[in-house]
């Protein structure tokens, strides 16, 4: 397969910068282009999961949305990398905290991304699989993170193909092994990413808490929400 792909509709591989951003919002894309970015293009309007690229600071980057679940990051990720050349996919989203010392609007960084889906036996692997964050975009993110005095955590997150959980205390044998927050992508991403030999990597801020149901409200997400998106465009 060429480009355009069946999802992405640019027409040339030169349209996309080698760094990605992926929000699951298709309009935090054109929050993160029109507010954060200069010289936009647009290269991406299929299914209004819109793409942009720009530069920052001088340095090339685009940011795409990824939808939500694993299938739907599974296929913009795949189609990033293997026919647009893509190298480094940066997801940025929101958690729902599983630990008590994990507080509204922290910063989350997935070392590793655990996960209840079926995506990674596409692998056909004797056992059992653990998706890994690229350690150079992780150090990157966390040197970034300190040197802003941002409060976060590094560790294991859980991504789940379910948000309306039937059994609304599944989440607690997770927590019990020390994983820090609950979304819905890292695991494909990581995955797909590694069997690319790309890197990726997973920077979330905590929108809610399974320990406390708190929610954090749409005004604040977004200050969170700009400390995060400031870490990742400094990774480009
Ligand atoms: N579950 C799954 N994904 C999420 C959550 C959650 O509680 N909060 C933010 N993303």
Request: proline share 4%; glycine share 6%.
């Amino acid at each position: 397969m060429t480009v355009p792909t069946p999802h992405i509709e640019a027409k040339d591989a030169s349209l996309i910068a080698e760094t990605v951003l992926l929000p699951g919002d298709p309009l935090r894309a054109k929050f993160i282009a029109d507010n954060f970015l200069e010289d936009v293009v647009q290269f991406n309007a299929v299914r209004n999961m819109f793409g942009y690229t720009g530069t920052y600071k001088g340095k090339r980057i685009s940011v795409m949305g990824s939808g939500m679940g694993m299938p739907s990051i599974g296929i913009y990720s795949y189609e990033l990398i293997h026919f647009y050349g893509v190298k480094n996919l940066i997801r940025v989203g929101s958690c729902g905290a599983m630990q008590p010392n994990l507080k509204l609007y922290d910063i989350v960084i997935a070392m590793t991304a655990s996960t209840n889906s079926n995506f990674i036996h596409q692998y056909g692997l004797p056992g059992t699989y653990a998706p890994c964050a690229s350690f150079e975009l992780l150090n990157k993110a966390v040197k970034l993170v300190e040197s802003k005095n941002y409060p976060y955590h590094v560790g294991n997150i859980l991504s789940s193909d379910v948000f309306y959980d039937e059994d609304s205390d599944s989440w607690k044998k997770w927590a019990k092994m020390g994983v820090l927050a609950v979304e819905m992508e890292a695991a494909a991403l990581y995955a797909i990413a590694q069997r690319a030999s790309v890197n990726a990597l997973t920077i979330l801020t905590v929108s809610d808490s399974l320990v406390t149901h708190e929610l954090t409200t749409s005004s604040e997400r977004q200050t969170a929400f700009t400390n995060m998106i400031d870490v990742a465009l400094g990774l480009a």
